[in-house]
T-cell receptor, first 114, second 114 residues
């Protein structure tokens, strides 16, 4: 059973627009949640990590929220650029250390058009 | 330079042939992983290695084996490859003892088994 669900599956926006990606999960325990960016044909690159029960992070044009009570996270991308075209993957870790397991969503494919 | 290097990047094999995927990292990370990524699915853990000769099965180990004789190097072996092992394989590494440290991913090996 899929424990990390992402929506939408794909999204097309115009350059300069904002977008919001969603992640719902059922992983327990949920030590932390991380968002990765995966460019086509490349590996995963970490964007941000959320740890607290209700957490918010900001990394340039990327901002994210986590609500562990709702088991829900959002990734906001402001003023999208063509280089934001990628797959964004939500990952829930059940422990803080490398000894824990990571649970991956299938990703949201974002396409930014001129 | 912190990097996970995977070789080869692309590989075509016939069913029944043996396959060797190689992964190296230059950070002396104790923990290393092999994942596969298939369309519409999240990354699935094949094997995890906690250090030299300390390997554990992941969620989908059947048909795979691994070797870790040096901390910097982690190999994935497919004995008698099957067509359903066509996939993109990712190696990652992570340090132990540092909470919520993002794993570092290689750029993947795209394997086609004909």
């Amino acid at each position: 059973k899929t424990q990390v669900e992402q929506s939408p599956q794909s999204l097309v926006v115009r350059q300069g627009e904002n977008c919001v990606l969603q992640c719902n999960y059922s992983v327990t325990p949920d030590n932390h949640l991380r968002w990765f960016k995966q460019d086509t044909g490349k590996g995963l690159v970490s964007l941000t990590v959320l740890v607290d029960q209700k957490d918010k992070t900001s990394n340039g044009r990327y901002s994210a929220t986590l609500d562990k009570d709702a088991k829900h996270s959002t990734l906001h991308i402001t003023a999208t650029l063509l280089d934001d075209t990628a797959t964004y993957i939500c990952v829930v870790g059940d422990r803080g250390s490398a000894l824990g397991r990571l649970h991956f969503g299938a990703g949201t494919q974002l396409i930014v058009i001129p | 330079d912190m990097k996970v290097t995977q070789m080869p990047r692309y590989l075509i094999k016939r069913m029944g042939e043996n396959v060797l995927l190689e992964c190296g990292q230059d950070m002396s990370h104790e923990t290393m992983y092999w994942y596969r990524q298939d369309p519409g699915l999240g990354l699935q853990l094949i094997y995890i290695s906690y250090d030299v000769d300390s390997n554990s099965e992941g969620d989908i180990p059947k048909g795979y084996r691994v070797s870790r004789k040096k901390r910097e190097h982690f190999s994935l072996i497919l004995d008698s490859a099957k067509t359903n092992q066509t996939s993109v394989y990712f190696c990652a590494s992570s340090p132990q003892g540092r909470d919520n440290q993002a794993p570092l991913f290689g750029e993947g090996t795209r394997l086609s088994v004909l």
